[in-house]
Every structure is written in C-alpha cells, then in structure tokens.
C-alpha cells in the first residue's frame, strides 16, 4: 500500500520532508542554461533540457537525504509539451532513484473524466495492442475536491488497485484560501466538512501503519487550522505546503504531525531549488546548496518536533 | 476581448453550441486507427497520431457550423506526453480554422502557480533568448476556484492582458456536484458564493458587448440552479456541460440563456464524436456523422430557445 511506502522512506531516511521540483528556467544556473543551449539550441528545446538537467542533478544530489519530490505540474506545462515530456522523465529519473513521487497536478473532473486523469498519473492506459502502459505514473497525486465524492472515487479505485496515494486540498497555503474554505456550513467550516470526506473516502483504501492512501493537503501558513485538521483526521497523512518562501516555519509544522512523529511530509520549494542563490555559493555549487539546505531544514523540522 | 469573440461567432454561425474534443482511441473509427497503426506503430506514437487524425477530420466537417471546440486535457494527459503533444496540435489547428478553442483544464493552484499555468494555457512563456512564446495557447480554459482571489487573478490579468477568457467551475454537472457546491453558506448556497465572486473577478475583465471575460460552468443536469444562477450574474457567459451523453436536455439548457439568445454555450463530446456507432451509419461516414448530429443539437437548443 503506497502511503506505506512513503512512511517508510520517511523512516529510513529520518526526514518527514520533500523537495518541490518547481524549476522555472530562471531558477536553473546560468551555467547550466548555456551548456544546454549551445548543446540543443537557446530556445524551447534547450530551456526543457537545462530543466531536466537542472532535476537530475538535484535529484542526484539529495536522494539519500530525502524520502520523497513533488513536481509541480504547471512549471512544465509552463514550456509547452518539451517541458510535459520533462514531466514524464523528471518522474522517471527519482522513481529509479528510489524516491517517492507526488506529482502536484491538483486535478479535478467529473466521473469518467477523474477516470482519465488517474489512469494518466496513477493507472494504465490500455492501447490497441492489448497492451497496458504507464504514462506519468507517480506514487502519488493532489487532487482538488471541489466536484464531491463522483470526482474522486476513480482516484481512490486506482490507489487500491496500483498501491498509489492521493492529496486531497483540504486547507491550502494561500493568503486567500480561507475566501471559500473557512466559510461556515452549518457547525463547521467548509474545509472541515472537506476533511470529513477525506476520512470517509480513506476508509475505502487504509495502509497497514494506520493512516490511509487518501491524504490532505494543509498548508504551513495555517497552523491552528492545522491542529484542528490533525484532531478530525488522526489516520490521514497531510502534505504541507507553505514553509520558507511562503513563510511557514518549522514551529507552524509541528501541528500537522501526529505524537508518533508520522502523519506529515513538509514541502519546500524555492528555498531548496535556489538555495545556492543565498550567500557564500557560486553557482556552480547548486547541488551542494541544495543538499545543506535540506538538511538544515530537515533539522529545523524534527528539532522542533522533539 | 475574448468573449466577444467567442460572441461574434456564435451569432455568425447561428449556434451556440461547442464540440468537446474528448478524443478516447475507441471512439476513433477501426480504419483510421489502423491506417496509423501502419504508419506509426500499434503502440503510443500510433494511437496519438490516430487521436490527432480523428480530431481534424472532425474539426474540418464541422468548422462551418460550430463556433467553437473544447478539447478535455484529461484524455490527451492519458496517452502520456505524445497524447498532450496532440492536444498542442489540436488546439492550433482549430484555432487555425477559425475556431474559438476552450481547453478544459480545470487547473487551480496558489498565485505564483496559478500564473505558470495561466502562462501556458493563455499567456507567453519568456525564454532566455528574450522572446516570448505561446504554448498551449487558447482562447479560453476552465479553472477552479476552490483557493478563492488569489489564485483566479493571474488567470484574469492574462485574460484582459492577451484578450482571452475563463470559465470558472459553479455548480458542475456531475451527480455528485452538490455534495460541497449545494452546501449553505449563510444565507446562500456555496455555487451561489462562488458565482458572486466571479461576478467581482469578472467585474475587473469586461468585454464591449455586455458580457465579462470571466465566465462560469453550469452543468445542463441542474437547470433549476442554472436558472438561479442566470439571475445572479446576468452579464457572465456559461459554459453548459452535461448535455447528450450525461442526461441534459435543450429544455434543460434554456434556463443558462438570457432573453437576448446569448449567454451559453453548450457543450457536447460523445454525442457528436460518436454519432457514427448509432442507426444507419458505416464507421467510414463519422464525419458526417458528426455534422448531422452538431446541426440536429443546434436545431434542437434553438427550437427551444425560441
């Protein structure tokens, strides 16, 4: 079961953390930039490639540390279908690594469409050759719950059936999140009432470590909403956006983890990816930036939660 | 302005009706997937190439007649990168056709996400060879506002930016919509909370003709909250799924237009891309197929409109 696998990388390696792989082509070093453009040109094809260099070698750099990445959909749909194909080997490549991989594609469709989407990022697309064949198969996705339960049982199907997990956005990370989610619906809030579904829709699909494959997506810059959120969903995992560049600390984690020092896996971004960007590091250096800054803020996560 | 576009072609074809591009390879006819499979392989390359046939012998019968197409990402995501290759190249050839195109790609995420998306759907990636380049560009696409302003205004800066549009998820048309849409916030429902605020999105992006850039889908299945919804945002265009294959009706529809005759669009997939597997059809004929049933829909949501 997939959210078992995650929980034990997380034990193996001692880090309840994951790298986002949000590489806008600025991000990438310049000297890495201009290797790839001389080698594939100074256009599209050349930006795509940087980006997959740019991954390959953090992923290199951080795969002992790190239990788990979380490549962010849109910063490759950003370059067109060379940046989507990037997806696919951004995936591949930290798959062989050993690494787990949310993919951070917030999908969201009626029935028969969820049905596509998780047959793209969790399932098998059956061809004509009577073949079966993965596509962008991660270990795990994000979906958005705005449909109700018809959008997101074919997700939750897939996780029994491939071993995968799903992040349902329960209470994000944004300044205006609380615009829809923290309104009132009768007792509680809106992103309550989505946390209750979450229970019901895991309950269909429990590991053996006591949480299930249907996570929830609570963001850093929420803590006492996250408190709350960890009270009426003891057995859900919750990925957690919004620490470093979006101003979560390792204090506004502490709510989202359960006493066992499981049930959370934290998010940066940014502050990983440029790391190399903040004093003393030429920019050759990036992978080595990176890497100090995972441990530092792995550290920063379990002293606070010591 | 983009939705005066999309305007100007409904009345010049006296339709207000949108082909779903919903492309699965079993509903390309067994010749023409053959012929690709010959020619590309009985694998992945040749059921993308076979996708990307079908839909430009459907978007070269039916041009004339329909002001519109609306590709669904999920089912070119599900044939992995070659599949969202296909969807880049079905987008530019509708758009080369005169058609207006709306991707539904229901993407949603925070602000600074939000705009890598709206970059590649609506905007122009910047490269570092310092020119700007449209990816999967389109007209319009949908989205989904469960993070509330923040992650909607990138969207509508594009729109009013590059003249584009974007149909904001209200009461979807999936059974299971009402689970959170129907909820009661206050004094109203969550669908009724959502349409004010894109009411107020929609305020900052109007185009000449009494309609706003930021437009909402409501599903044909729900014409009562349809008809609800048409009095709350009177200058919002609605993107009306649900109808054919998912148990709408052109009665059903009535209740998302305005007195005017203007106001939705209504969207048909299978209906039109499988006409051909129903009565008197060989598989050869899907084309025209096709045409008769998008001119046998036309007539059906006029008669009833008038």
Sequence with gaps: MSIDILIKKIKEKGNPSVVGLDPRIEYVPAFLREQCYEKYGANIQGAARAILEFNKRIIDGLWDIVPAVKPQSAYYEMYGFEGVKVLYQTIAYAKARGLYVITDVKRNDIGSTAQAYSTAYL???????????????????????????DGIEPFVDDCNKYGKSIFVLVKTSNPSSGELQDLKVGNMTLYEKVASLVNSWGAKSMGRMGYSNVGAVVGATYPEQAAKLRRIMPNTYFLVPGYGAQGGTAK????????????AVVNSSRGILCAYRKGKWDEKDFVEAAREEAIRMRNDILNNLS
């Design 123 to 149: 399932g098998k697309t059956l061809l004509d050759n009577g073949r079966e064949e993965e596509m962008f198969s991660s270990d795990a996705i994000t979906v958005n719950p705005y449909l109700g339960s």
């Design 252 to 263: 506004d984690v502490v709510p989202c983890f359960n006493r066992d020092g499981l049930g």
